[in-house]
Each structure stands twice: as structure tokens, then as C-alpha cells.
């Protein structure tokens, strides 16, 4: 029998952003949090401190600290007609665990959003007519636009101690000639601090980009540019371009996590207690299903624990909180073959391209070991809608950039084409471009589609011998038509730097969904904000339409992938959901939208 603990007002499942800005704004509206994390506790001291953190074998080799996916992972498949087989080995995502979650070992990359791609169906109906759209792509809007949401980026910037470059405040041009993005959306507020200075790539790219036509800025950066105290009175120290971001904790406090930017702060909170090592298992609600009565979690020592709340905020990762969905019986499960259902719809990633240059060592030092996570110069003239499409006959763009976060020991073999796969060939020339050679990237958004979903394994059981999630994906023509003309449009940069060569990874039609090759950790989508409850599963604010006291924020939210990375959309829409559950929800429990 679980053991039952004191009722709290809101039981929150994850501790990452989603999870730590959800505690701080319930906490500050005066309620008793309780926050459940399955990981270790994990903060700046000790797992990130140095030299020991400095270690590329034990956290990018050996995935330090990414999920156990011996006790629990997903299954995947390319189509219904596949039988799913289990991730048993880290490839194309890595899910986070612990403290801080996926925003402790985030690069730091940190955008906005582009506002079309917050009415992506509309938007492209409007300009490009029903018919552009291909069957089966069941791309939606949001549901709230960039307007609402813009307060909610700007504070979340402030409390990432975000650096940048602005274009334009308040309908008045500020960045121009000074790195700014001339197709970003207006802002309130500049900046928190300044962008971060430039390595010689993407000085590189930069130049090079201007040459061809195009329109370099500076990357919004979650790593800072100098030292900073953000609005919750959390500080943070200068980077200094270690090279040591995504996949580790940063030992200068300089790369925002919900450990730096969020933690202390709570630490202060009486209202707030974290618990780790907690594995919810389900969400468990009333007889008819309308209601969550709190949720049931497996501690430490491996007791089933109920803890009950009056609120519930699912803040775990992507899949993790479909999957939580399911198995609670929150929500009427996606069925792929009649379109019907909501849980486990529209699942969507990252469409990606790689090109590299390399140079001759009379050429440019590029000096990869350096960089920043969040760090670099992109452009935004083929992201988005900011180009024609209609002679293209695709639907989705991507931004390009050199985001050099520093090539470590282990993974800095790069070598252009024609090199020996081994012997003193494949030694001289890792040893003569190491320094010379730079990494350009495509960072496509990825669309959903009728057949692209989640839905539980009725194969494979995790260590608490629960369903685990499966995963049904591959990449349809639209995306591999798309991520080919992105890469045909950024080979030009590099043929402006003059290298000696060029490698450019080009996706061909047919190609699978390839899980053994990392590309991003950006999932979307499952358990999507909309208007419609027939297909979405959360309203605007993020609320479930058939468990009002159920709020689910994160990327599962997304109805399809973005161009540029999802952290600070979600943010943004962590803080927009708090402060519905606060001005509107504790007034007045209920639906805050009518179904």
C-alpha cells in the first residue's frame, strides 16, 4: 500500500525550466510546491566543479548526465506497419535527468520565436492557398500570438541573463550595422547584456554571409557576456569560452540553468521543497476522470508514495510527459489511422544539415577548441516564411549558423572528404585541419504529420514494469525537399570563405530516420496547446481540456517544430501559463477556456 503524504496545493512532476519557473511563480502566489524530480540532485557544486567536470570521456562519452536507459527508454519505428524496438543506445537525442534536467546540459542557445510560426496553418493557407499544404501534414496554430507572449520573453531573458544584440525596441531600429537581426520581431526591452564576442569562425561566416547577400546577426546567447544578477536576485559570472556547454554543468555560473538562475532563490522559499530521486508513475485522478487528485511517485528506497495536490503541473521532458499522460488516462489517445484522439498527435523533431569548410594552414586559424554554447553569428533570410516558397513547393525554413561550442579531444577528428578512415593518412590530417576547419549547421524547423505520433509499446515494460512510450517517425518528402535546398543555399557561404574543401551533408529522398547519429534533443509536440479540443490536448494557457487542474508545460506543447531551438518559446510560455494559473485559475477553479 502507498504510503500517503500531507496534502500539498500543487505537486509539479520534473525539475527542469518548466518546473522550476512554475514553482517560483506558484510559490510567490503564496502556494505550498512540492516538486518531484527522478534524477539525482544535481547543482554548479558538485557536479560542476573543476577540473573534474572538464572531462569530455565521463559527460559526452559516457552521458554523465542524460536518463538511465537501461530502466527506462522509448521504442522506435518508422511506421505503423514496424514493430518498435528500444533506444538502448544514445544517438539522435539525449534526454536529460536530475536537477535542472535538459537545462542544465543545454548548449545555451536562446531564442525567441518567429511569429509566423505561431500560426503556421494559417499563415501558409492565407499566403499560399489550402492546397499547398500536403496531405497528411497536420501542422495548427498555436493558439496565442507573439504580441501576448512578448512580456513573458522578455522576463524570461532577464532571468537567463540572455545576451544579444537587439534590432529594433519598441518600433525603433537599434541594431543595425551592429549585429542586430533585421527579421527579428519588435522587442520592449533590449538585452539583459551585450552579445558575447565572436570567434574567428563565425567572424568567418559572418563576412562571408554579407558577401553572398545574406544578413548575419549575433546568436541570443544563454551564456554571458559579462557578470549579471538577475530578477531573482540569482548571480551569474562572465564566460570564458571554455568549450565545456552542452552536456555539462557549467563551472563559471555563466550558462543559465534552472540550478543558477531559479534554485537559489527557492532555497529561500519555506513554501517550496524539492524532492529527488522520485519516479512519478501516474497522475492519479477521480472516478469520472474530470479531476487530479495529486500523483503517485516510487522514492529512493523504492516505496510507492501518493502525494495529493490540488494542482498538478506535468514539467518533465517532452516524452516523458505524453507518456505520463497516457498512462494516467488523461486526454483520448491519438489513433494515427482515423485521425481521431489528441495524446500522442502531431510528435515533430528538428530537420537538420551540416556543411564544413576547411582551410590550408597558410589560410585561417580557427581555433575550434574555443566556443560558447549558445555563441556564434546566424542568418535568418531563408528561416521561416522570410523567403518565397511557392516556387520551392515546401512548407518550413531554417536559420544557419556557426555556433562553435568548442570541439573537444574525443570528437575533434574532422577531416575532409577523401581522408583514410585510419593509419598515418587519417592522423596527418586530423592533425593539419583540427585548427583549420569550421562547422556550419542548418537548423531546420520539422513539420508534423498524420503518422508521425506516440502512443504506448504493448511490447516493452520499463524497470516499474509500466508501458514504455513508442515512438512511430521517419522524414517525409517535404522535409528532405526542404533541408536540400537549405544546404544548397549555405554551401554558398562556404564557397565565399575559399577552402581548400567542403563537405556538405545532403539528406536524400528515401532516407530513414537515422537514430544512431546525434542531431538534436528538440522534440516537440504529443500533447499540443490549440483551440480546438479535438485536436489539441491543452487549451492556450496549457491546461488540459479534460482535467482542469492539470497544467502541462514544455516543447509537448508545440503543435510542430520551430526553426530556431525551443527553450525560450518555452519559457516564455511557462511564464504566460503561471500567470493564467494565478490571475484567473486560483480565482476560479475551473476550464479558463470554454471548450
Not at 538562475?261 to 530521486?277: I, K, S, W
Amino acid at each position: 500500500m502507498a504510503k500517503v503524504m500531507k496534502k500539498t496545493d500543487v505537486v509539479i512532476v520534473g525539475f527542469g525550466w518548466t518546473g522550476a519557473i512554475m514553482a517560483k511563480e506558484l510559490t510567490e502566489a503564496g502556494l505550498q510546491v512540492v516538486a518531484l524530480e527522478r534524477g539525482p540532485m544535481r547543482d554548479t557544486y558538485p557536479d560542476g566543479s573543476y577540473p573534474q567536470v572538464i572531462d569530455e570521456l565521463t559527460y559526452n562519452s559516457r552521458k554523465k548526465l542524460f536518463m538511465d536507459i537501461s530502466k527506462e527508454t522509448v521504442t522506435l519505428r518508422h511506421s505503423i506497419n514496424d514493430t518498435a524496438v528500444p533506444y538502448r543506445q544514445f544517438g539522435a537525442f539525449l534526454p536529460g535527468t536530475g536537477v535542472g534536467g535538459a537545462g542544465l546540459h543545454w548548449s545555451g542557445v536562446h531564442f525567441r520565436v518567429d511569429p509566423v510560426e505561431l500560426k503556421l496553418r494559417s499563415h501558409y493557407e492565407e499566403r499560399y492557398g489550402k492546397k499547398f499544404i500536403p496531405e497528411g501534414m497536420t501542422i495548427q496554430d498555436f493558439g496565442v500570438t507573439y504580441e501576448e507572449l512578448e512580456p513573458y520573453f522578455d522576463f524570461a531573458e532577464k532571468v537567463f541573463g540572455t545576451s544579444g544584440t537587439a534590432w529594433s525596441i519598441k518600433g525603433e531600429v537599434v541594431g543595425k550595422g551592429k549585429g542586430g537581426n533585421p527579421y527579428a520581431a519588435d522587442r520592449s526591452n533590449d538585452f539583459p547584456l551585450p552579445a558575447q564576442k565572436n570567434t574567428v569562425s563565425a567572424q568567418l561566416f559572418q563576412k562571408a554571409a554579407q558577401d553572398v547577400g545574406y544578413h548575419p546577426y549575433n546568436l541570443p546567447s544563454a551564456n554571458t557576456s559579462d557578470s549579471y544578477t538577475n530578477p531573482y536576485g540569482c548571480q551569474m559570472g562572465p564566460c570564458n569560452f571554455c568549450g565545456y556547454c552542452s552536456g555539462y554543468a557549467c563551472y563559471m555560473y555563466s550558462k543559465a540553468s534552472p540550478n543558477v538562475n531559479v534554485l537559489p532563490a527557492l532555497r529561500q522559499e519555506p513554501r517550496f521543497e524539492l524532492r529527488t530521486e522520485a519516479h512519478v508513475l501516474r497522475v492519479n485522478l477521480t472516478d469520472d476522470k474530470k479531476l487530479a487528485t495529486g500523483v503517485t511517485y516510487v522514492d529512493a528506497q523504492g516505496n510507492e508514495v501518493e502525494q495529493p495536490a490540488d494542482l498538478v503541473i506535468l514539467g518533465a521532458f517532452q516524452f516523458n510527459n505524453v507518456r505520463l499522460m497516457l498512462l494516467s488516462g488523461i486526454g483520448k489517445p491519438y489513433d494515427p489511422k482515423t485521425g481521431d484522439g489528441v495524446v500522442g498527435r502531431n510528435f515533430a523533431y528538428q530537420n537538420e544539415a551540416n556543411v564544413k569548410a576547411f582551410f590550408g594552414k597558410d589560410q585561417h586559424h580557427t581555433n575550434v577548441f574555443i566556443g560558447a554554447g549558445g555563441n556564434g553569428v546566424a542568418v535568418d533570410d531563408f528561416n521561416a516564411d522570410n523567403f518565397d516558397h511557392g516556387p520551392e513547393g515546401f512548407v518550413g525554413g531554417s536559420p544557419f549558423w556557426v555556433n562553435q561550442a568548442g570541439t573537444k579531444p574525443i570528437s575533434a577528428a574532422v577531416t575532409p572528404p577523401g581522408t583514410p578512415k585510419w593509419g598515418s593518412g587519417w592522423k596527418a590530417a586530423t592533425a593539419d585541419y583540427y585548427t583549420h576547419h569550421l562547422s556550419m549547421n542548418a537548423h531546420g524547423a520539422h513539420q508534423s504529420y498524420r503518422d508521425n505520433y506516440l502512443d504506448l509499446d504493448p511490447n516493452y515494460k520499463d524497470a516499474y514494469g509500466q508501458p514504455l512510450l513508442r515512438m512511430t517517425f521517419d522524414w517525409k518528402e517535404n522535409d528532405i525537399k526542404m533541408i536540400r535546398f537549405m544546404v544548397t543555399k549555405m554551401r554558398k557561404i562556404a564557397e565565399a570563405m575559399n577552402p581548400k574543401a567542403i563537405y556538405a551533408h545532403m539528406r536524400e529522398f528515401g532516407d530513414h530516420f537515422d537514430a544512431t547519429s546525434y542531431q538534436t534533443t528538440h522534440l516537440n509536440g504529443g500533447a499540443i496547446m490549440g483551440t480546438d479540443p479535438k485536436t489539441s490536448a491543452l487549451n492556450r494557457y496549457l491546461q488540459c481540456w479534460d482535467v482542469h487542474n492539470v497544467f502541462v508545460p514544455g516543447a509537448s506543447a508545440f503543435p510542430q517544430g520551430l526553426g530556431y531551438n525551443p527553450t525560450g518559446l518555452v519559457a516564455a510560455l511557462t511564464y504566460w501559463s503561471a500567470k493564467a494559473i494565478r490571475e484567473q485559475y486560483l480565482k476560479n477553479p475551473g476550464p479558463l477556456v470554454q471548450a
